[in-house]
């Protein structure tokens, strides 16, 4: 890890502690060069450790950058959320995800997806499932059912 005073390459660390809520490290650095001390909270990325499986069989790297567009989409009526909290949402969808232990699907992204957009921003969420295919049927006049 660089340091991010100087940019000096050799920092030591002079604490460390998991997150008990999160697969998250919490770590106190030192650079060698300049003496600055600073934080940094280390999660394992999605992609090096799990792969989504299509639906043909074939494997794919998760890939944070598409889950962030497809978030920020979302948020038309709301460019200020989407420029803000996309990637936050997008880390929280990945938190999730990397919790799992079966295969990870796509079907899997979309829903925990839709379900934290929901918590979020209903309207955000509606649009998400619009755009995923998640709405399946219409019970009554102008209220869609999700599958």
């Known amino acids: 890890m660089f340091c991010v005073n100087c940019f000096n390459k050799s920092t030591s660390v002079t604490n460390s502690r998991p ?6 490290i919490w770590r106190r650095r030192q650079c060698s060069k300049c003496g600055h001390t600073f934080t940094t909270h280390e999660r394992p990325s999605l ?9 043909d069989g074939k494997t794919n790297d998760f890939n944070l950058g598409k889950l962030i567009i497809s978030i920020s989409r979302s948020f038309s009526h709301a460019p200020n959320e989407a420029a803000y ?10 938190n999730l995800l990397s919790t799992e232990h079966e295969t990870i699907r796509p079907e899997n992204i979309a ?35 999700l599958a």
Do not use: C, F
Request: hydrophobic share 35%; charged share 25%; no cysteine.
């Open 85 to 94: 909290n996309s990637l936050w949402l997008a880390q929280t969808v990945e």
């Open 19 to 24: 997150n008990k809520n999160q697969a998250q």
């Open 111 to 145: 829903a925990i997806t839709h379900k934290t957009l929901r918590q979020y921003d209903e309207a955000a969420a509606m649009q998400y499932a619009l755009h995923h295919n998640l709405l399946k049927s219409i019970k009554r006049r102008g209220r869609p059912s």
């Open 47 to 55: 992609a090096d450790n799990k792969k989504i499986t299509l639906a």
